[in-house]
């Protein structure tokens, strides 16, 4: 007999889990079971939607119709599965228009993917304009609400309430953003980096309120939301609620899957659970990462690949799925934003030693018109190098730099390695230094010694007994700004500062970004003047001195 494969879920991992094993056993009974009327549908097209900028029609990868035609698949929108008996391999499914049916199965793969985690207080279902964004039929809704709308709520500072603020923008409407936390995009940056994201959406006429809570929702008689924000109500003509999201499990939890810490479910390097003949991918589950543990990591990549292995396994193939790395990147009006691996948060929350380093460099060589700087940030082994992390905010050039340094992280790559890269190199495209090997640069010398640097922490509790010096050019330190009680020694009058200098208390040096205080420490060093960088420079000292106002 033919085998019967069952997944519970049409979207990007339950689809390619389909079509894989349709491509792998054309004799096999494939049945696809999806809740809504949509399958294979671009969920990360969809805040583009709400501006046009993708229209309805472009939402769906591949419909319904097209995908059982072209993969001789069994797909049944419109349909839920209710329950799973493990024992006996049977499903119940509830068709929405008729008696609910068993469907028995040999394999099942559970692909329920993710739901919008909507703080208790909001009731969506009962305000006529207010919104969440996860289905096709969400942004549909959505966007009919948009083209009446003057002016709108996103709750939320994350990749998706960015992505709707900027979208809502471009759509003509005044848009206010609420973050409960200190700072956007809080799983992924460090709130240095977050900083020139913030700056950018202020930059666009976007209303960021950062720190704020948004307490309360009501509908108004004319419709309007009134929003109690801080304890002050606010009126709006529409609210997106883009405060994250959390596993679908209900269907693992009912066959007596084994759930991981994050509520999602838990499955090793071939998508198996615990329980025999199940499998789950996507948004749902819990994979093997690239740090030694499981983590819920629910982006579209990851999600593709894990229906492949899925399918890949149940059919007999032997394949296993790489550890997930967490590499994303996301567009916030003229800036593009990319970030692979750990935050200083998780490293902290691991009790993993790290080391941070950042720069600036331009995306192309700086000599050819149109060259725009990438802010760089890494984390890396202190001892080995080994490279644990990176993010990357700059107008272009972001998405190829994190993606060499995703594969290099693959590969368990050290700073030595990615200093040493055979990168591609023209002038429209790159320095003869990419900005990766710079990188790599920094930190060898920080591993081997060659560079002191000190952290911004340390540097603000010591540099009331130290000696602060700016060695930027006259012209930038007046345009940017300085550090209070500094003394200012551009790098060319260096030498001859140090030669005249009596005092003996250790030295910290600063500049934009910590290329000239670097080369400072060197010379100072040969002088033998301690003195340590500020890593990071005056953008990192700014950044969170503003935060902190």
């Known amino acids: 007999m033919d085998p019967q494969y069952l997944i519970v879920g049409g979207n990007a991992a339950g689809m390619s889990t389909a079509t894989r094993l349709r491509r792998l056993d054309e004799a096999a009974d494939i049945t696809v079971i999806e809740a809504t009327d949509n399958v294979s549908y671009a969920s990360c097209g969809l805040p583009y939607h709400l501006s046009d900028t993708v229209p309805e029609s472009e939402l769906a990868v591949m419909g319904a119709a097209q995908l059982s035609a072209a993969f001789d698949l069994d797909i049944r929108t419109g349909q839920t599965v209710t329950d799973i008996d493990p024992d006996d391999r049977q499903a119940m499914v509830d068709p929405g228009d008729g008696a609910a049916y068993d469907l028995a199965y040999d394999e099942l793969v559970l692909a329920t993917g993710a739901e919008p985690l909507v703080p208790p207080m909001f009731d969506v279902e009962a305000i006529e304009h207010c919104h969440t964004l996860r289905t096709v039929d969400d942004a549909v809704d959505a966007r009919e609400d948009v083209e009446a709308a003057e002016r709108a709520l996103v709750i939320g500072g994350g990749y998706i309430g960015i992505e709707v603020a900027e979208n809502l923008q471009a759509a003509g409407h005044e848009v206010v953003v609420a973050e409960l936390l200190d700072q956007v995009m809080p799983n992924t940056l460090?709130?240095?980096?977050?900083?020139?994201?913030?700056?950018?959406?202020?930059?666009?006429?976007?209303?960021?309120?950062?720190?704020?809570?948004?307490?309360?929702?009501?509908?108004?008689?004319d419709g309007t939301i009134i929003a109690a924000i801080d304890g002050v109500d606010h009126e709006f003509d529409l609210v997106v609620i883009a405060t994250g999201v959390r596993p679908r499990t209900e269907l693992a939890e009912a066959a007596g899957v084994e759930l991981h810490d994050s509520g999602a479910i838990a499955v090793d390097d071939r998508l198996r659970t615990d329980v025999p003949s199940i499998h789950a991918v996507g948004d749902a589950v819990a994979v093997p990462s690239a740090f030694g543990e499981r983590a819920w990591i629910p982006l579209g990549g990851p999600a593709n690949r894990e229906g492949r292995v899925a399918a890949n396994d149940i059919a007999g193939h032997d394949d296993t799925l790489d550890p997930v790395l967490d590499t994303a990147i996301a567009k916030v009006f003229d800036l593009d934003v990319g970030t692979v691996g750990r935050t200083e948060e998780t490293l902290r929350e691991a009790d993993r030693s790290y080391e941070a380093i950042y720069t600036a460099e331009p995306d192309h060589a700086g000599y050819y018109p149109g060259a725009t700087d990438i802010h760089f940030k890494l984390l890396f082994d202190p001892d080995d190098g080994t490279i644990l992390g990176a993010q990357a905010i700059g107008e272009a050039g972001v998405d190829k730099r994190i993606d060499v340094l995703a594969t290099a992280m693959a590969h368990d790559d050290t700073v030595f390695d990615i200093r040493d890269l055979d990168l591609a190199y023209a002038p429209p495209y790159s320095a003869a230094k990419d900005p990766v090997n710079v990188l790599g640069m920094i930190g060898a010398n920080v591993v081997e010694g060659v560079a002191d640097i000190i952290h911004l922490q340390e540097f603000r509790e010591q540099r009331a007994d130290a000696t602060v010096v700016d060695t930027r050019p006259p012209e930038m330190r007046e345009a940017q700004g300085s550090i209070p009680g500094d003394e200012h020694v551009p790098l060319g009058k260096l030498r001859s500062w140090a030669a005249e200098r009596a005092v003996d208390d250790e030295v910290l040096t600063y500049c934009k970004i910590g290329k000239s205080s670097y080369m400072a420490t060197r010379i100072l060093d040969h002088e033998g003047i301690e003195a340590r960088s500020l890593t990071g420079g005056y953008y990192r000292y700014r950044a969170a001195e503003e935060t902190d106002d």
């Not at 709130?191 to 948004?214: C, K, R, S, Y």
């Open 190 to 221: 460090g709130e240095e980096m977050a900083a020139l994201v913030e700056g950018e959406i202020e930059a666009h006429g976007v209303d960021l309120q950062l720190g704020t809570g948004v307490e309360d929702l009501t509908e108004a008689d």
